[in-house]
């Protein structure tokens, strides 16, 4: 008998204080993060990219009105703001 998984949503999401993280601000940082990080083959910054184009619209971060779906650029933004 196999066992059911119940799907939980993104795992790895990461709460802001204010919850709320501008669209522009959100695809400066993911550009901050790839230049720092560089995108490796296969990751999820190369899926991103690969399929959205770099259409903030169409990225990982994109989730109106917070903006806050991916996990890189939600730990950016929370250590912007303690500064």
């Not at 799907?7 to 940082?29: D, M, S």
């Not at 790839?34 to 296969?42: A, G, I, Q």
């Not at 903030?56 to 890189?72: D, L, Q, S, T």
């Amino acid at each position: 008998m196999k066992k059911k998984v119940k799907y939980l949503g993104r795992k790895n999401r990461i709460v802001t204080a204010n919850g709320l993280i501008p669209l522009e601000k959100a695809a400066e940082l993911c550009r901050i993060y790839r230049d720092t990080h560089k995108v490796r083959l296969f990751s999820q910054c190369w899926g991103c990219l690969r399929f959205s184009k770099e259409v903030p619209e169409k990225m990982c971060f994109y989730e109106p009105p917070k903006n806050n779906g991916c996990r890189f650029v939600n730990r950016l933004f929370e250590e912007s703001n303690k500064k």
